[in-house]
């Protein structure tokens, strides 16, 4: 037609579209020709065409959109955009709008009238000032909160005993089944292993001193102390605590708690009381088993590894331990089972509206669970050192 | 801009069969929805209308029949096709379903960043269009989900719907539980949509002035299949018990004079 046709959008072609395709391209008088599909699969070239146009100012006063072959709230947005650059007042510097475009154009200028939110930012070193003051007082705030839910579960759990009827038995039944019961083969076999693994190390190192005899005190009062109730902690924190976490969790989330208590049910007697009580129960039994198979775990090894028979084994586990080494492991179970069940179910009850929000609290319930047995652990064996047991 | 044939259906259901277990929820059931039409499917609660559409987008596999979007077949698309497809129609969620771990904007720009290629600050224009046009005020953008109302929520759904400017949207109740304003504005909305963009609309409800005020058809889910499909003036006519006590009843009659 003429000399003057500009063809701008040859340069760079990004992306896997035809590079023939020319969505801008002046015409004369002032026209420029909007050409082409103006829909988001080519917004990536279009804005950065708009972006990178160079025009005299005012040398632009039309738009001209006959040729346009498509068109949505994005070539919308882009051609509201191109007008703004071009300061070309819309709708009246559009001609031959295909139809819809108008009205689209119009609602997508309206909705872009809204005022902007003014951003906010400060100095940084006082936002990590404000974030580290905020954790301090988050942690403290945490600590007053669990240690007021464990005294709420505790006085649920005297009225409990005051009035036996407030207690849910099936549902307290049903956790000892699910957090006690099925618990047994993980827990054995882990016992069982640790007990072997134990054996065959103590051995090793007992071996140079001829003294492979004393490997069965190690198993024996090692088991029984720590390591059974130990390893049954653990398990029943990873199995129970994470459980009961999500489950509360995903009942807050759900304002299933909200419905419980606006139905006149205390969530502390029908949801905490029974899954800590279940813990506080069935721990010891857990714990018994799995000092059990340690020691099952640990003579198998002695006698394949060591040539130490079972009847030897018996003979010298009963020489190295007395009851009160069994005692003074369980004694501390059902500590623990009750720690573990208030952590998860607290945890889960502190659950905010988002599915973030649930999986960090699981793993809260987890850690912090495992901590504090292992802080409440220390505690006891200073309290048996010192009681000399 | 061609004007397409207005007839010509672009999601195609027949023969369907659903089932869970024992529970038979469609059989034999027929749908057609034309292009550009705004449909509305109603039924009693527990018809399968919410089904239907999980069927349709592939959320929920049939026992039997065939269903075609776009004269393709979902379920018999490799995954690459099935992407292509999906591009093509958003999806509002009952509860809006927004990504809790991300804010309003950034749930918005999830198909975008899935499924265009787009810069970031473009993106941002474009997902801030999108949150102000459903009628979200524009500090809701750096909002989570959690703390948003459940009528901002659903619109902040339509916004995550609407992000890559789709040929088809599946709204599943739009309008339950906003207030009577919102809800109208929301409809208004859905036409506008509709006829600027030619935007083809499913939409369940049982918002009877969704009904009367912008549905070009109405499809009535009963008995396991699709009972009739109308103008809504012609299904007030219909002598199905149901239907007749749904339109006659006194939500009804109030709709319609508030129309009329």
């Not at chain 1, 969790?249 to 419980?260: I, P, R, T």
């Not at chain 2, 039924?43 to 239907?52: D, N, Y």
């Not at chain 2, 750096?142 to 901002?152: R, V």
Request: proline share 5%; aromatic share 6%; glycine share 10%.
């Amino acid at each position: 037609m003429n000399s003057e046709v500009a063809t701008i959008s040859t340069a760079k072609s990004k992306g896997n579209h035809a590079s023939d395709t020319t969505w801008l391209e002046q015409g004369q008088g002032g026209v420029l020709h909007l050409k082409g599909d103006w829909t988001v699969a080519h917004a990536r070239r279009i804005d950065s065409l708009i972006l990178q146009a160079r025009f005299e100012p005012g040398s632009v006063n039309r738009l001209d959109l006959a040729g346009v072959t498509g068109f949505d709230t994005t070539g919308a947005w882009l051609l509201l955009k191109l007008a703004d650059r071009l300061s070309v007042a819309l709708p009246e510097g559009m001609a031959a709008a295909p139809h819809g475009v108008p009205e689209l154009v119009q609602r997508v200028s309206a909705a872009r009238a809204e005022p902007a939110e003014p951003s906010r930012r400060g100095n940084p070193f006082v936002i990590i000032l404000a974030r580290l003051g905020n954790a301090t007082l988050e942690a403290g705030r945490e600590a007053g909160a669990m240690l007021g839910f464990m005294g709420a579960t505790v006085a649920a759990a005297m009225a409990a005993l005051r009035r036996p009827a407030r207690l849910r038995l099936t549902a307290t039944v049903h956790h000892m089944e699910r957090a006690g019961l099925n618990a047994l083969p993980i827990v054995g076999l882990i016992s069982f292993l640790v007990g072997v693994v134990l054996a065959f190390q103590g051995a090793a190192q007992l071996q140079r001193f001829g003294a492979e005899i004393f490997v069965v005190n190690l198993i024996g009062v090692s088991v029984l102390r720590e390591i059974g109730i130990l390893l049954t902690a653990i398990v029943v924190a990873g199995r129970s605590g994470s459980s009961y976490a999500a489950q509360l969790g995903s009942m807050k989330v759900n304002e299933e708690v909200d419905a419980l208590r606006a139905l006149g049910l205390d969530p502390m007697d029908v949801l905490v009381l029974p899954r800590v009580l279940a813990l506080f129960l069935m721990m010891g039994p857990l714990a018994l088993f799995a000092d059990l198979m340690g020691l099952i775990g640990g003579g198998l090894m002695a006698w394949v590894a060591l040539d130490i028979p079972p009847t030897l084994y018996v003979d010298r586990l009963t020489n190295a331990v007395s009851l009160w080494t069994l005692l003074v492991g369980l004694v501390k179970a059902p500590v623990f089972g009750a720690l573990i069940g208030l952590v998860g179910c607290y945890a889960g009850l502190q659950t905010g509206g988002s599915a973030d929000s649930l999986g960090r609290q699981t793993t809260i319930a987890v850690v912090q669970a495992i901590f504090i047995v292992i802080v409440v652990d220390a505690i006891f064996s200073i309290f048996f050192n010192i009681v000399g047991v | 801009m061609e004007v397409e044939e207005e007839s010509k259906p672009i999601i195609r259901v027949s023969g369907l069969l659903t089932r869970f277990g024992s529970q038979v929820v469609h059989e034999g059931l027929d749908l057609e929805v034309r292009k550009g039409e705004v449909l509305g499917v109603v039924g009693g609660s527990g018809t399968g209308k919410s089904v239907l559409l999980r069927t349709i987008i592939g959320l929920n596999r049939p026992a039997a029949g065939r269903i075609e979007v776009f004269g393709q077949e979902p379920a018999g698309l490799d995954a690459a096709d099935r992407r292509q497809l999906e591009q093509r129609w958003g999806v509002l969620f009952q509860n809006g379903a927004l990504f809790s771990s991300l804010t309003v904007a950034e749930n918005v720009e999830a198909p975008m960043r899935e499924h265009a290629d787009l810069p970031p600050a473009l993106m941002d224009e474009l997902a801030g269009l999108k949150i102000a046009m459903v009628g979200l005020p524009h500090e809701a953008c750096a909002k989570f989900p959690s703390e948003l109302s459940g009528g901002m929520r659903k619109r902040a759904g339509l916004a995550r719907a609407l992000a890559l400017d789709p040929e088809i949207v599946f709204l599943d109740e739009p309008t339950a539980g906003l207030d009577p304003v919102g809800a109208a504005d929301f409809d208004l909305l859905i036409r506008e949509l509709s006829d600027t963009l030619g935007l083809t609309v499913f939409m369940v409800t049982h918002d009877l002035d969704s009904l009367y005020a912008i549905c070009d058809r109405v499809a009535v889910l009963a008995e396991r299949k699709v009972l009739a499909v109308a103008p809504i003036a012609e299904l007030e006519e219909h002598p199905h018990p149901w239907l007749q006590s749904y339109f006659h009843g006194p939500r009804a009659r109030a709709a319609r004079k508030a129309r009329q």
